[in-house]
């Protein structure tokens, strides 16, 4: 078919065109850059909390914007909400189906989220008298990978289908559909001025959205395996990918391309979830190897292990005060480290 | 040190779809390199009471050479790493059905490639049925099944009662085959064969890395999926689980698809791209500036609470008192005012002091408009309107014509985003003129000051 191979040349030139052109601004590396600055401390981190109470897999936890709380989902199908300095369990929701696979909490702290292989986000209000289903959303044609709280009337979804949607909470019903993405999308995450949000997925690829319109605004390649997770830098002009390639990218959003990368030879696991301290300077990466490695983000070194779990880490959060750092696994534990 | 090319390809060429491939690749890798007849693991036939264990090497043996060989500087990261290639079947302790590496002289052996974990081998329970009632015609001591194998059996003579005469053959036709073979071969695919059951059916408590993310399985469309029973021909039994839903194939692109692809990169080759030094920069800057503020790197004042179990540092960051840090901050960037509560106390009232604080209302009035429930929208933004923007308006603010007239239009049929163009042009301003004067202000030095005036009468 002649059309298809003019249409195929035309795509694959465009795209070295702009390989090209990312190439033409690279006029140093970051590990040039960040020669000159001290290396960051060695980082032993303790376990300070183990938290005791989910009896399968931990699949996915989200802390609340207060700091001290945090949801956590489980294949046992509940999601318990934490008063993590404590160690009580403040709610516990059962859900309609076991096969969860992500869970969220509202910046306000009255509503969790919940989805997975139903393909449908729940959303449950924890601050009635007893938790009480505020909604389901049920549009997307695949697993629901992800999901983040703009606010108590908006939320993200990512989903396998491979689009992500915002949904207004009021009428349950989808505003925008991010359509760009060829493969499952597996996670996504929202900018510190909430008006752009990137979504990685199984087709290798990251892309940076608009919000309110819907757009994809950038695409960040490079990987070679699913991005199973996803972070902004917490300036918001880059981000963080981790994949099943075993490496974790930095793509700076303002020379549109990656600008540094975290592997280590010895390195033979995928990277399952991953979070920033405050200031941006260490990388939290949980791996399938039960560890979690902390990386210096400027100069690609690895600065500390935390090694305590008993199976695959699949998810990571730091609070917004950044005085902790709490990681979930498959061995049904939560565990928190400072 | 092993340089793996990170992009896989199957034996057949075909590029690997399982996510966990690269993983394989890269652990097979290193057995290669382990199996080297030069410089890998020294393997030997040892001679025991009666008779000689073949093939094998000891759990020091492995962990010496992956000091030396692999980039590992100590015993805990090799048990590490040994135990993970274990546990995925690569090598196993002869003696145990648990898989781990001990540094010590255990033997262990190495895995037959035909049961390595790429081949994505998804054996069947009527498989395990056929080894298990294989083993108990064997009658050897160290034979003998365990008992979760025992449990095992007993649960499955019950799940396939009917067709045990079937699987019953199967395994008397096995044993016939093996009791052939040479003795010391035997003893060697014995091994290999249990290993492979230890990786695929665990002893209860240890952990299974067979088990796939449920995100991963459902999608897996590897055209190298072994779906072929371990042993002999078709055994028809599908598991019920959400797990083994039919795999969409790949299509490749559509004319429409290479259509879209075109125009969206056509669009994103023009764009304006920053110099790589400029960005590094511009990373390391931000690092540098709140590295004061990450409790990771700077120990916090108060203490951290996970630390210490004294929640001073988070009832002052509710109290209304900034303290001298978080004053600072605030000089970072309009943002870090806005950000913090008592930050947009003090900004708005520094600006009412000046008579000049209706950009700032107006920028917070719009932020509020946008999480009310929908039914309230419409009012309140007829009430933003009215108090800032309609002619004669109390608190007037000065907003370009475009952004106006778009408003204007907006809120004939009200939503959230009605004052989206207003609020980001008095964005602007504030940023440039209302910031700027806040934060050179005697108000905003004395709060700075102030912490350091209170340490100083405490002398």
Known sequence: ?338 | MAQTNSVGQGSNGVADESPNMIVYRKMEDVIARMQDEKNGIPIRTVKSFLSKIPSVFSGSDIVQWMIKNLNIEDQVEALHLGTLMAAHGYFFPISDHVLTLKDDGTFYRFQTPYFWPSNCWEPENTDYAVYLCKRTMQNKARLELADYEAESLARLQRAFARKWEFIFMQAEAQAKVDKKRDKIERKILDSQERAFWDVHRPVPGCVNTTEVDIKKSSRMKNPQKTRKSVYGPQNDVRTHSPTHTPAQEAKPATEEQLQDQINYWGGQLDRHRLKMSKVAESLLAYTEQYVEYDPFITPTDPSNPWISDDTAVWELEASKEPGQQRVKRWAFGINEVLKDQVGREQFLKFLESEFSSENLRFWLAVQEVKKRPIREVPTRVQEIWQEFLASGAPSAINVDSKSYDKTTQNVKDPGRYAFEDAQDHIFKLMKSDSYSRFIRSSAYQELLQAKKKKSKNLF
């Open chain 1, 1 to 338: 078919m002649g059309e298809m191979d003019t249409l195929k040349k035309e795509a694959d030139g465009l795209k070295t065109q702009i390989e090209a052109a990312r190439k033409a601004v690279n006029d140093t590396t970051m590990a040039a850059v960040a020669s000159g600055v001290a290396a960051a401390p060695r980082v032993q981190l303790k376990n300070r909390k183990t938290l005791k109470g989910h009896l399968a897999k931990i699949y996915g936890l989200h802390w609340s914007a207060d700091n001290r709380h945090m949801v956590s989902a489980s294949q046992d199908g509940k999601l318990l909400i934490w008063d993590t300095y404590t160690g009580n369990k403040v709610y516990a929701v059962p859900l309609k189906s076991s096969w969860v696979m992500s869970c969220s909490m509202a910046p306000s702290g009255n509503l969790v989220a919940s989805g997975g292989l139903d393909n449908m986000c729940t959303i449950v209000n924890i601050k009635a008298a007893s938790p009480k289903t505020l909604r389901e959303l049920d549009a997307h044609e695949g697993y629901l990978s992800h999901s983040r709280f703009l606010s108590d009337t908006e939320i993200l979804t990512a989903s396998g289908d491979t689009t992500c949607c915002l949904w207004d909470l009021e009428t349950g019903k989808q505003k925008v559909i991010y359509k760009s993405h060829v493969g499952d999308c597996m996670c996504l995450a929202v900018s510190p001025d909430q008006n752009s949000f990137i979504s990685g997925a199984c087709d290798s690829s990251a892309k940076l959205w608009d919000v309110r319109d819907g757009g994809c605004k950038q695409t960040f390649i490079g990987h070679t395996s699913d991005i199973n997770a996803i972070a902004f830098f917490p300036s918001g002009t880059a981000v963080i990918t981790g994949s099943d390639d075993c490496t974790l990218k930095m793509y700076d959003l303002r020379a549109d391309q990656e600008v540094n990368g975290y592997q280590d030879a010895a390195l033979n696991a995928g990277v399952t979830s991953v979070s920033l301290s405050s200031s941006g300077r260490l990388i939290f990466a949980g791996y399938d190897n039960f560890n979690c490695n902390i990386w210096d983000s400027l100069k690609a070194e690895k600065v500390g292990v935390l090694s305590g779990h008993d199976n695959r880490v699949s998810c990571i959060g730091v609070p917004d005060d950044g005085l902790g750092i709490c990681t979930g696994s498959w061995d049904s534990f939560l565990k928190i480290w400072n």
